[in-house]
């Protein structure tokens, strides 16, 4: 199979977790930039990043890339490019696009030059003027930064972070991509305790227990790519049979999750089902005034409330206070919390060891990092 180009791309801040994702999977030919890491692979890696990767947002597959300052030359160079290659002659190829600091400023018109060059482009290699578009997705998108063209084709359809297992939605859910990214970035270990007091429909427990298990993110979801005849069926079943090998069943986790709200736990728990890890996580009713544990060490890892709507902001700034008191009796604990208050750090009443800046959805975040000493190496936690 001949080495291709493959862009994952993913919320800003967490693209160094994506190109660490990328290296455990066997690529390591990657470039990380703003928003995507760019990396070398073959038709079998479009089917691997796509089961596997629990922190990007798609898999795209990268046609080209040339700079473009005039309308003529985005048609010329869209294309010269191989389309006829990838795309069939009943396939249905759609054209989205973006502009950022480009010449090129109008997208409606760089998507219609796009789409009539990759016309006249497949003209040449299927002799016919016409295209029914009745086939599989290939969506292709422009993409103009700086006077730079990325076109590229979506090989995932669905965001990467419709994993299949959150059919019901709670309020201001946290998506699944964000929550690996948390947990991943945490370093936390399955041998450790791992609680979530503000859990609502169960995302980050559910998020701990899949990695935990090593259960590929995409294991019960399709994607675009597999439609297209170009990548055998084979290399499809190849990787998920890889990936069912390698859930890891012999495992004990004490992962928990609670809320206040009993509707929450209730969608929580019918996620946590539906995503095959209910057997592993532990999820009640609880004010996180009365969170406890017995155990020394562990992880507390969240995301409250943030106080974003008109009126909330002080019962917001009530309970920041109320976590610093409580997290207290966690002394040898480590906390990870993500919020876009700035004043999370004097409310909670302790400085963050590390903090990094996060997009929950278009809301820029800190994910303030508290680390706890480490554990005794033979002591049972």
Known sequence: MSKIQLIATSAFGIEAVVG????????????????????????????????WLRTADRVLLKMGEFKAVTFEELFEKTKALPWAEWIPENAEFPVEGKSVDSQLASVPDCQAIVKKAIVESMKKKYKRDWFEEK???????????????????DTSGAGLHKRGYRKLVGNAPLK????????????????????DP?????????????????????????????????????????????AKDAVRNDIELNIQGSDIDEEAISLARYHAKQAGVDKFIHLQRRDVADISSKHKYGFIICNPPYGERIGENREVEKLYRLMGNVFKKFDTWSFYIITSHPEFERLFGRKADKKRKLYNGRILCNYYQFFGPPPPKKSDI
Do not use: H
């Open 198 to 242: 503000f859990c609502g429909s169960g995302t980050i427990p559910i998020e701990a227990a899949l990695i935990a298990k090593n259960i590929a993110p995409g294991l019960n979801r399709s994607f675009a790519a597999e439609e297209w005849g170009i990548i055998p069926k084979e290399l499809w079943s190849r990787a998920r049979e890889e």
């Open 20 to 51: 660490r994702e990328l290296k455990w999977l066997g690529y390591d030919d990657q470039f990380v930039e703003n928003g995507k890491v760019t990396f070398a692979g073959d038709e079998l890696a479009i089917c691997r990043t796509n089961l």
């Open 176 to 195: 699944e991509t964000l929550a690996s990214a948390m947990l991943l970035i945490s370093r936390w270990k399955d041998s450790r305790v791992l609680l």
């Open 135 to 153: 086939g599989p997705l290939y969506r292709i998108e422009v993409s103009l930064l700086k006077d730079m063209a990325t076109l590229t084709i």
